[in-house]
């Protein structure tokens, strides 16, 4: 018999210190859902599959998904730990959630705390989950092999009524605010926002309706709700209005917005822990986390690059379209044009030539600093780093309370209620220094929110699952497949760090897109088990 | 076990008559002398009295004479352990010369078994044995090599053949389980530690040892419970018996060198080839290979090995015996080197010296043996700068093993016996203990470079590397493969790996026999203790190296630069490592005649302690056991017998520790029937069955699975907190689970079925044994691949289950054959085994097609792409389907099989080619003469449905990095569009450096089948047999004798320079093997 040294779960859950452990790494392994957190070779980020960015380089999982194979069985999704990791973050979560009750020096009213906590979390990873795959297993307590493991796909409204009881449940438990020693952790408004962010789902056309995308026959509900309900959006708008009010009246959360929106906008989307943030990922992983994909002082950023398409969302900072030529044009009217777009593209990308506007006067972000290679792309991302000096690394922006308004703003929109939908659109709209939108036609309005979330969101991990669930016709003709635009500089051999002569709009690459991608495949290997039930065209 | 009891019964008979029986007085009296003998051996000691009168009674003396006075109608018993008993009538003669008869050669053969012994004809369980004479017969280092070809039902492959590395992999009667294979291994009665399996076998002298048993069904094996699923090999090692002492002397030396070498294509022929592959490329609009393209002036120089065409020469500006001279001049660039055969092409010395003595008296039996092995490498010995980079082995043996009997009853015997060995062999540069990393660090090298990559020594010194740079004209060859750094320079100043392992093992042995109980009875204690100690160090010394140019002003100066030597290196704990074992074992065994009825039993019990540093959770591994055994048979006629084991691990939760493992078996001799009639076709036929269970606690690396699920405090954490930026957020460090138990894990359970016949015939001259066997193992350990993931539990931490299942299936064939033509006597013996496995069940998702899983066929069955000939024309070509694996193809590449036929190339197309590793047939033939004082043995062997990957990297690539070596059989074989026109064989693809297509993906076009047949072992030998000499000499026997193995081979698929014996693993499918080799050997043998 051994002397047993290991950790057992017992000893893990006997004092509060302990148990922390298990909580950070339930956090941890939640919260990093669909981010290049490991800092892989391989790793994409999603704004190199929607079309925004170009799609990394030739050895990222994104460059086939991009260009060649688009998503396979067989191939890696956005959700790079994989299928399979969802659950294993669930099942520490819901582990947490069983054992603290054995902890004996926390108050009964903390376990209940964590218990939310935990909650949170599991209707968070399931939020995601649905919006990738459709309905999915719902797991309902950590698992042993004595259970039945083969747990089916669960149709898409179980999941999300799922998500939204579990949401409503967390939230009447937990705290409105935690104290500066815990920021990060689960509060009311984020269980809200993970609610709110699943029923705009629940309610957009891509689930919002009675047939789906692709038939799957009779499991035609694993994909999609069923019906279509209007009544859907005002479930969304509700749940949105819900957490704006939870946020704003409790939390302590705001609409930065101080009448410079280049330094609001700069810091919603940058500072760590800003007034805006309703939940982020908060992990530090020093110089070769995900911050690589991010930062363009990595390697690994090099090949993220602004394409045509997705520039064509930001306004001029006067509120109008900018046109990029598409015959050989001087570099000169690259430099006029770019200088005149909206404040939020100057906090989010750094232009040829140009010293980053969102760390002004920093040699760190300078032109000469920033170049590594001529590229033939718009300008190169910057985001997340305003005034960031030298700290290399920051904290993802899961909820920002922006994107409550902007649910709200197109619930409203859709429920025709025009004057609503624009009163939330503009208070977005006008902290980034826009005049304010006033078009009420439905249609040309919905056009409108959604390049307001192209604009507001860029790399936010939004947009690529936005627009699937949007239907949005084009997605195959300039968003995701099809022809994907980009700036090409110096007849096409790249823009140089100074003394660019020229440059045009045209051609990156041919895009592929498939209808089977408005939702991800399940890995063939799970398929294999056969219990689940592969979404259809894989 | 029966031989002793035997043994035991007459000492007590003899007691019996030495107390109780009257005397008798009346007749004249005669004194009575003579000797005792036993065959040519005088036997001392020997029990002499009257019949009838303990009191007249002496023993022999040292030299067997006896003298005693009894009445001259006397009867005279002579009487001595060991040997039958005898009487004798005086009938008035003065002098009697006795001849005593061994017990063992009275009772029959005698078989060891599992705990124990039994007689040949009784044997109901599937044994094979192997004799010591057999062992020494085959000049190789390790006993497990040894084994090939001597039995039937074991298979073997080999992973190297570097000394010191080149034992071989045991296998009996296949492989029948997804996890631990090893056969179990015993040493006079010590099971050998499962983590340990071969250490100390194949470190033993095969001079020490008696016979060698193979047990391999049920029956046989069930007393060893949870470790004899896999078949056991039970070693004897030989002990000193009642005689004057006998010193033994052998001496044999020889050499070994590779089988066969790799065959690397020469410069010439290289160039040629590269040309084509250059100019493919250009066909198909790739230029950027051109640089590469040798002109005609080149291919010259190749051919001819210089430096220099004549118009070159011609143009220089240099005297007329200068220009002679450099016409003369062997090329310093223009070289061609084989350097897998400058390497691996030499040949190694081999000795070997074993001195033994044995013998006994009365009290005291005794056997010692002293050993020394020593064998080189065939790496060819440069010895260059000190670099001393031959492989070098040697190894030094003692034992020693005593019987006492301190009293009549009671048996002591001690057995102490120790290895050494010293292991050198070549580091490649680095210190790793993986052998396959090691051998591709110093082959890799080889196959990366051209044939003319450098000039290897020039005036004796060692060049690795040519002055001058691209474009400035003075190493022509600089951008086309030739760096001027060889191998060879690589090879010797990487340095080398020396290792020591001593291990002492000790055994001491008590007996007692409890006759005043009853008859037969016995009690047994064991204790024995092993250990076993490793240390290795890393070392490099610096050797000259220099660098070469021609000058430029005369050609025929050859310029070498450098030479500095840099410090030694030596780095201390390589490998270094330490066990130890601790065996008890008490035991009570029975055994008695009542008339026809036989009956014997045995009760042990034992317990054993395994420790080594490298455990996990740092405890030693530990096992107990009780063994039963019940023997029962009427006058050797009907055979009934049961085994079982009950054994405990405690690698297994506290309620599932013990398993019991029952075998029964029977067995029926139906020429004894009294109403058999008595002929001379069919002298002896058995038929004999046996059922049972076996276990296996081998279940891979992980120890104490059924602890409850652990977690670990160093995953990872999260950052709680607020520094809006202005530094890092404070971490707090995260626990999740590691391990997951399973609390019902156990051991895999083997059912085995064995059903034989055995046969002899025309007067016993032939015979034939043939064997069924069968065998469902389930419990098999193994990873759930069915598990959803919705467990949430990662793949790697989710606890293994026992619900694995393979079956295994076969037959033997034993036939023998002795006779003899006056004084030519002659024997013939042949094996035939086959066993074919089966995964039935593992856990295993099914997937689309069924060929795509590995349940349903072989352990290791081989999947790949199926080739289906090469893309002869254009046309093919066109209407190829898609590959996924790049589609590109040209002409003359290989084309495969769309086995869906869904118009894809792609993962579903692999399908089981071939075998395994393992062939699932063996044979072997020995045929042996003996005329006068000569004899002459032959062994061959040879395999069938086995598999070898000749696929890995170089093997399958041409021109790695576009300079890396090149394999004749692809130059002299590969396709072109002449060969193809012209009807040619084409055995290998087109090349190309641009659009070479998947030439290389892994298909049954480059998995060989390794069947093949060899002469093993060859074996001549005379003895002296003018007996006058011999004691003039004061020697007992002398004999010369000449062996050798591996001499001959015949395959057919396998490239040349790859043995057909050699295993799959490390990196051997890559070519990054180290050659088997073949041994020559001369020795003799002198007892006094």
């Known amino acids: ?538 | 076990m029966i031989k002793r009891l035997l043994l035991q019964w007459s000492v007590a008979l003899l007691l019996l008559e030495l107390i109780g029986l009257p005397t008798t007085y009346g007749q004249s009296s005669l004194t009575v002398s003579g000797t005792v003998r036993s065959g040519n051996e005088v036997l001392i000691g020997v029990s002499v009295y009257q019949k009838n009168n303990i009191n007249i009674a002496t023993k022999t003396d040292e030299n067997g004479h006896f003298k005693l006075t009894v009445p001259d109608n006397a009867t005279l018993i002579f009487s001595f352990i060991g040997y039958h008993r005898q009487e004798v009538n005086v009938n008035a003669r003065p002098v009697l010369n006795i001849n005593l008869v061994t017990e063992d050669k009275a009772l029959g053969e005698v078989v060891v078994v599992g705990y124990g012994k039994q007689k040949a004809p009784t044997v109901t369980g599937a044994i094979s044995t192997v004799g010591g004479k057999e062992l020494v017969s085959t000049p190789v280092s390790n006993i497990t090599n040894m084994l090939v070809g001597r039995a039937s039902g074991i298979s073997a492959v080999q992973s190297s053949g570097e000394p010191g590395q080149n034992a071989a992999t045991i296998h009996i009667r296949g492989i029948a389980t997804l996890n631990g294979q090893d056969p179990l291994i015993v040493i006079d009665g010590i099971q050998q530690p499962a983590e340990q399996p071969y250490v100390v076998l194949n470190a033993m002298d095969a001079n020490e040892i008696e016979g060698i048993s193979i047990l391999k069904d049920a029956s046989a094996t069930a007393v060893y419970g949870i470790r004899g699923a896999n078949g056991v090999i039970i070693v004897t090692t030989k002990r000193g018996k009642l005689n004057k002492p006998t010193f033994g002397f052998t001496a044999n030396g020889g050499f070994t060198n590779a089988t066969s070498l790799l065959p690397i294509l020469n410069s010439y022929q290289y160039a040629l080839f590269r040309n084509e592959g250059v100019r493919n490329a250009e066909a198909a609009g790739n230029s950027s290979f051109d640089n590469l393209l040798f002109t005609d002036n080149e291919l010259w120089k190749f051919k001819n090995n210089r430096d220099y065409t004549t118009d070159e020469i011609n143009s220089l500006e240099i005297g007329t015996s200068d220009r002679q001279a450099l016409a003369n001049s062997p090329a310093l660039y223009y070289t061609s080197h084989n350097y897998f055969k400058e390497i691996f092409g030499g040949k190694g010395q081999q000795q070997q010296y074993n001195m033994n003595i044995s013998g006994g008296v009365e009290k005291v039996r005794y056997f010692a043996s002293l050993g020394y092995y020593h064998q080189q490498g065939i790496l060819n010995d440069y010895n260059y700068g000190g670099s001393n980079t031959n492989s070098n082995f040697k190894r030094y043996n003692f034992r020693s093993n005593f019987d006492i009997d301190v009293f009549k009853n009671f048996q002591i015997s001690v057995n102490l016996a120790g290895q050494s060995t010293v292991g050198h062999v070549p580091s490649g540069g680095y210190s790793s203990t993986d052998q396959g990393d090691r051998y591709q660090l110093i082959i890799q090298k080889i196959f990366e470079s051209s044939p003319f990559v450098g000039p290897n020594f020039v005036n004796g010194k060692l060049v690795n590397g040519f002055i001058g740079t691209s474009g400035d004209g003075i190493n022509p060859l600089v951008d086309k493969g030739g760096s001027g750094v060889s191998p060879i320079s690589d090879f010797l100043s990487a340095g080398t790996l020396n290792q020591y392992i001593t291990t002492l093992t000790s055994t001491v042995n008590l007996k007692h026999q409890m006759d005043y109980i009853t008859q037969g009875l016995n009690l047994n204690g064991k204790i024995a203790y092993d250990d076993s100690y490793t240390k290795g160090f890393y070392q490099t010394t610096s050797i000259p190296l220099y660098k070469a140019m021609r000058d430029p002003n005369n050609p025929n100066n050859i310029v070498l630069a450098g030479g500095q030597l840099n410090p030694d290196y030596t780095s201390d704990n390589w490998g270094n490592g330490a066990w130890r074992k601790v065996y008890l074992e008490a035991s009570i065994d029975y055994a008695h005649s009542f008339g026809n009825h036989n009956v014997s039993a045995l009760f042990l019990g034992n317990a054993q302690k395994y420790t080594a540093h490298d455990l996990t959770y740092n405890t030693p591994s530990g096992l107990m056991g009780l063994v039963g055994r019940v023997t029962y048979n009427f006058s050797e006629r009907y055979l009934l017998e049961f085994n079982m084991g009950l054994n405990g691990t405690e690698n297994f939760a506290p309620k599932r520790r013990f398993g019991y493992f029952p075998a029964v078996s029977a067995g029926w001799v139906v020429t004894k029937e009294p109403f058999y009639p008595k002929n001379d076709v069919l002298t002896w036929l058995k038929l004999r069955g046996s059922y049972g269970e076996v276990g296996s606690d081998r279940l891979g690396s992980r120890r104490y699975l059924y602890l409850p699920n652990g977690w670990s405090s160093s995953s990872s954490g999260y950052y709680f907190g607020n520094s809006n930026g202005s530094s890092a957020n404070p971490y707090f460090s995260g626990a999740s689970e590691t391990t997951l138990g399973n609390p019902d894990v156990t051991w895999e359970r083997a059912k085995k079925l064995n059903l034989a016949a055995d046969l002899r015939l025309w007067k016993d001259k032939i015979t034939l044994s043939a064997t069924l066997f069968r065998e469902n193992r389930n419990n098999i350990l193994v990873n759930l691949q069915t598990i959803p993931a919705t467990y949430g539990v990662s793949s790697s931490i989710v606890p293994p289950a026992n619900i694995g299942r393979v079956s295994n299936q076969g037959y033997e064939i034993e036939l023998g054959y002795n006779d003899n033509i006056g004084k030519l006597s002659y024997f013939l013996r042949a094996n035939f085994s086959y066993a074919r496995n089966k995964i039935e069940y593992m856990a295993e998702p099914s997937y689309q097609y069924p060929w795509m899983n590995e349940t349903g066929y072989s352990i290791g069955q081989y999947k790949g792409y199926v080739w289906d000939g090469f893309f002869n024309t254009t046309e093919e070509l066109n209407n190829r389907p898609y590959n996924t694996n790049g589609n590109q193809a040209r002409l003359g590449n290989i084309r495969y099989k769309d086995i869906n036929g869904d118009g894809i190339i792609d993962t579903k197309d692999q399908v089981p080619i071939g075998y395994s590793n393992l062939p699932r047939i063996a044979y072997n033939l020995t045929i042996g003469f003996s005329y006068k004082g000569f004899d002459i043995s032959a062994l061959f062997i040879g395999t069938a449905q086995g598999s070898f990957p000749q696929s890995g990297y170089v093997l399958s690539t041409p021109f790695a990095k576009n300079v890396g070596a090149v394999f004749q059989p692809y130059y002299d074989g590969h396709w072109t569009q002449e060969k193809y026109e012209n009807g040619e064989k084409i055995t290998y693809p087109s090349f190309s450096f641009s659009g070479s297509g998947p030439n290389n993906l892994f298909s049954d076009f480059w998995l060989k089948s390794n069947n093949f047949k060899r002469l093993k072992n060859l074996e001549i030998g005379y003895s002296i047999q003018d007996r006058g000499l011999l004691t003039r000499a004061h020697i007992r026997s002398i004999r010369f004798y000449a062996n050798g193995n591996n001499l001959i081979t015949w395959s057919k698929e396998v490239m040349k320079g790859i043995d057909p014996e050699l295993a799959d693993d490390g990196k051997n499918s890559m070519g990054y093997m180290y050659p088997l080799t073949r041994t020559f050997n001369f020795g003799t043998n002198i007892q006094f």
């Open chain 1, 1 to 538: 018999m051994p002397i047993s040294n290991t950790t057992t779960t017992d000893s893990v859950f006997s004092t509060t210190i302990k148990a922390q452990g298990a909580i950070a790494n339930a956090y941890k392994k939640v919260l990093c859902q669909g981010l290049p957190y490991q800092g892989n070779w391989n790793s994409l980020i999603q704004d190199n599959i929607s079309g925004a960015l170009t799609y990394g380089f030739s050895w990222t999982w994104g460059y086939g998904i991009a260009t060649s194979t688009g998503l396979t069985a067989t191939g890696n999704t956005e959700d790079m730990d994989g299928y399979a990791y969802n659950f294993t973050a669930i099942r520490q979560a819901y582990l947490v959630r069983e054992n603290i009750d054995k902890v004996t020096d926390m108050t009964a009213a903390d376990k209940a705390i964590v218990k939310a906590e935990m909650l949170a979390l599991i209707a968070y990873d399931y939020e995601q989950m649905v919006i990738m795959y459709g309905g999915v297993p719902i797991v309902t307590k950590s698992l042993t092999v004595n259970d039945d493991l083969n747990i089916p796909r669960a149709p898409v409204a179980e999941v999300i009524d799922s998500i939204s009881s579990w949401c409503d449940a967390a939230a009447a438990v937990l705290p409105a605010v935690w104290s500066a020693t815990w920021t990060g952790r689960m509060t009311k408004s984020a269980a809200l926002s993970i609610k709110a962010k699943a029923l705009l789902y629940a309610a957009r056309p891509l689930f919002n309706t009675a047939t789906p995308y692709l038939d799957l026959g009779a499991n035609n509900n694993l994909i999609c709700m069923g019906n279509e309900d209007a009544s859907r959006w005002q479930t969304a708008a509700t749940a949105a209005e819900a957490v704006i009010k939870e946020a704003e009246t409790n939390g302590g959360i705001k609409i930065i917005n101080t009448g410079n929106p280049l330094d609001d906008y700069g810091t919603a989307t940058s500072t760590p822990a800003n007034a805006e943030i309703i939940l982020a990922f908060k992990y530090d992983a020093g110089g070769s986390g995900m911050n690589t994909f991010y930062n363009m002082h990595n390697w690994q950023a090099y090949g993220n690059g602004l394409t045509t398409s997705y520039l064509e969302n930001y306004y001029k900072a006067d509120g109008t379209d900018q046109v990029w030529p598409t015959a050989t044009t001087a570099f000169s009217d690259y430099t006029t044009r770019i200088q005149a777009m909206e404040p939020r593209f100057k906090a989010s990308f750094k232009a040829w030539e140009i010293d980053t506007w969102n760390n002004p006067n920093d040699n760190n972000w300078a032109n000469s600093n920033l170049f590594q290679w001529a590229m033939n792309v718009a300008a190169v991302p910057v985001k997340f780093y305003y005034k960031a000096g030298t700290r290399n690394w920051f904290e993802f922006p899961i909820f920002r309370l922006a994107a409550y308004y902007l649910s709200a703003a197109e619930a409203y929109n859709e429920l025709g209620q025009s004057a609503n939908a624009l009163a939330k659109l503009n208070i977005i709209h006008q902290r980034a220094g826009l005049p304010a939108i006033t078009e009420t036609d439905q249609a040309k309005l919905r056009t409108i929110i959604q390049r307001e979330w192209a604009a507001e969101f860029f790399d936010e991990n939004y947009w690529l699952h936005d627009i699937k669930h949007w239907k949005r016709t084009d997605i195959g003709d300039g968003l995701i497949g099809g022809v994907i635009r980009t700036l090409h500089f110096n007849s096409d051999v790249g823009s140089k760090m100074t003394g660019n002569t020229d440059y045009h709009d045209g051609k990156m690459y041919l895009g592929f897109w498939a209808p089977r991608q408005f939702l991800n495949p399940f890995p063939q290997t799970e398929i294999n088990k056969g219990t689940l039930i592969q979404n259809p065209g894989y």
